[in-house]
């Protein structure tokens, strides 16, 4: 699926980023009524957006090369997530992106550092 210099084409990063930024943001945004009346009538007065993010959309932790278009695509939610994290905080909604680690799973090939299991104990607050 993820291609190198050569080899990622236009339909791959397209594919990425409609998957991993904008699904997300459109997803959040029909959302907000039902965010807005959660953190109206709950009993913490407040809302959260998680998104699930990777350490392949740090721009800083790339230090490998490679992973453009899944790469690009996180990076690019991290950033549609801070802008959002700003513009709903009036609202008592607050959002986030996790970090769940690099998880044994089909996508992964069963490669991983964790399990499922263990990636969400690692995730709860």
């Known amino acids: 699926m993820e291609g190198g210099l050569q080899t990622t084409t236009k339909e791959m990063l397209m594919r ?3 998957v ?3 699904g997300p943001f459109l997803a959040t ?3 907000l009524p039902n965010l807005k009346l959660a953190a109206e009538t709950n009993a913490t007065k407040g809302a959260l957006v ?3 993010s990777s350490q392949m959309g740090s721009i800083a932790g790339n230090t490998n090369g490679g992973n453009y278009s899944y790469g690009a695509s996180k990076a690019a939610m991290n950033m549609v997530n801070a802008s959002l994290a700003i513009d709903i ?6 959002a986030i992106v996790v970090h769940p680690g690099y ?3 089909d996508l992964t090939g069963g490669l991983g550092d964790v399990t ?4 969400v104990r690692g995730l709860q607050v």
Do not use: G, Y
């Open 16 to 18: 990425q980023f409609e």
């Open 20 to 22: 991993n930024t904008v």
């Open 29 to 31: 945004r029909a959302l």
């Open 50 to 52: 998680v998104t699930v």
């Open 89 to 94: 905080k009036k609202d008592s909604i607050a």
């Open 103 to 105: 998880v044994k799973t």
């Open 116 to 119: 499922t299991v263990e990636s």
